[in-house]
C-alpha cells in the first residue's frame, strides 16, 4: 500500500530556531499533501493544503510566514516552523493519498519540543 | 465550514461489541472515513464510506446514511488492544478549495477487561 515517510519522528530545538520537517511519498506521487497539528488529547487540526508547484492554502488562524510549506516535487513536502516558541510543541503529521476512494495515509509524525 | 461530532469517550468490556457514532456537517461531501489511533502515534486508515450502507472489514465495520449526515463504526469482539481514539473524518471539497480532509474531536475508547 501507500507509504508516506515524515522525518524527524522526534525533534528538540531552542526558542527562536527553525525547523523543517520532511513529508515523502514513496511509491506514489502526491499532487496534494496536508499538514496536520495535533496537541495533547485534541483531534487533529488541518493547517494547510500543499499543492506541487503551488503556493500552499493555509487554514484559517494559521500563520503563512510562521509555518512555511514547500512541495517542490511529487514526492515531496515540506513544513518549516519558523522563529519557534514553546506553544509551537505539538505533534505534526503529513498526509499524502487520495490514489483511490480509500483513505490518506499518514506519516508516522513528528513530536516537536520547543525550549 | 465543516464541523463533526463524536462521543469523547465510550467504555466497553473485552469481547463485546462497541459503536461510534458521528454526524457532520460540511459542503462538497465526498466520503466519511475512520481512523485509529493510539497514544503517542500516528493515525491509521480504518475504512470509508463514500455511498450510503455498512461497509465491513474483519471485526470493524462502518456504516452512512448521506441523507442523515450520519456514520458510525462498529467494532465487534473487542480486544484490549483496540483501546485507543478513534477519529471519524469527512473528506469533502468545500466550493472553490481544494479536496480535504477534517477530523472530528476524536472518541477515546477504554477497554475493560
Not at chain 1, 487540526?45 to 512541495?71: P, R
Request: charge should be neutral; glycine fraction near 8%; charged fraction near 15%.
Amino acid at each position: 500500500g501507500a507509504v508516506v515517510s515524515q522525518h524527524p519522528s522526534w525533534v528538540i530545538c531552542k526558542s527562536g530556531t527553525s525547523v523543517k520537517i520532511e513529508c515523502r511519498s514513496l511509491d506514489f506521487q502526491a499532487t496534494t499533501m496536508f499538514w496536520y497539528r495535533q496537541f495533547p488529547k485534541q483531534s487533529l487540526m488541518l493547517m494547510a493544503t500543499s499543492n506541487e508547484g503551488s503556493k500552499a492554502t493555509y487554514e484559517q488562524g494559521v500563520e503563512k510566514d510562521k509555518f512555511l510549506i514547500n512541495h517542490a516535487s511529487l514526492t515531496l513536502s515540506t513544513l518549516t516552523v519558523t522563529s519557534a516558541h514553546p506553544e509551537d510543541s505539538s505533534f505534526y503529521i503529513c498526509s499524502a493519498g487520495g490514489q483511490s476512494q480509500n483513505g490518506y495515509t499518514f506519516g508516522s509524525g513528528t513530536r516537536l519540543t520547543v525550549v | 465550514g465543516q464541523s463533526l461530532e463524536q462521543p469523547s469517550e465510550v467504555t466497553a468490556v473485552e469481547g463485546a461489541i462497541v459503536q461510534i457514532n458521528c454526524t457532520y456537517q460540511t459542503s462538497g461531501f465526498y466520503g466519511l472515513s475512520w481512523y485509529q489511533q493510539h497514544d503517542g502515534g500516528a493515525p491509521t486508515f480504518l475504512s470509508y464510506n463514500a455511498l450510503d450502507g455498512l461497509e465491513e472489514t474483519g471485526r470493524f465495520s462502518s456504516f452512512l446514511s448521506r441523507s442523515d449526515s450520519y456514520g458510525y463504526l462498529l467494532l465487534q469482539e473487542l480486544q484490549m488492544k483496540d483501546s485507543a481514539s478513534y477519529f471519524c473524518a469527512v473528506r469533502a471539497r468545500p466550493r472553490n478549495r481544494d479536496d480535504k480532509i477534517i477530523f472530528g474531536k476524536g472518541t477515546r475508547l477504554h477497554i475493560l477487561p
